[in-house]
């Protein structure tokens, strides 16, 4: 039930305009499932499609108005969040906070709980890149650096790898 690729395409430029030449910005994170293919390999696609209806609506509880949530595809998403340009990272750490806790609560599966959580990796326009599209792919490096730290935690473009708040 999240939009695609193609909204995101549609969303980010006018995003993008929606802030030139104000105080605020964009971050934008890069959310990966930690534990989905284990679940989806032990309790079928039925169980994998649960899940990720179940994570879905859990990101859209964590956003504020004006935020967006998409699912690039398997078990990978996307959201872009309207901040503050003075307290942008503050901001984009509390949405990724809170929604790593929303995720590491149990999704039940015909009485099963079923354990996942999720890595996240985050860059903000225009402070870490004045290109949206490299601060996209920026928040996936740090995503990449999240999972490799030990996943289950926040790292932000510019953070030390594995020394970001969890």
């Not at 595809?73 to 809170?98: C, P, T, W």
């Amino acid at each position: 039930g999240l939009p695609n690729r193609a909204a995101l395409a549609r969303f980010l430029p006018r995003a993008q305009q929606r802030n030139q030449g104000t105080q605020d910005g964009l971050a934008v994170l890069y959310l990966d499932l930690d534990g989905f293919k284990p679940v989806n390999d032990r309790y079928g696609h039925a169980a994998g499609d649960q899940v990720l209806r179940e994570a879905a609506s859990r990101m859209r509880g964590c956003l504020r108005g004006g935020d967006l949530v998409v699912r690039l595809g398997g078990d990978e998403f996307l959201m872009i969040l309207q901040v503050a340009a003075n307290d942008a990272a503050n901001q984009a750490r509390q949405v990724a906070e809170r929604t790593l806790q929303a995720l590491a609560v149990p999704i039940h599966w015909e009485n099963q709980p079923l354990q996942v959580g999720c890595s996240i990796g985050g860059a903000l326009w225009p402070q870490d890149h004045t290109d949206l599209e490299q601060v996209v792919e920026l928040a996936d490096q740090a995503l990449y650096l999240a999972k490799q730290a030990g996943r289950g935690r926040v790292i932000l473009h510019g953070d030390a790898a594995g020394e970001g708040p969890r």
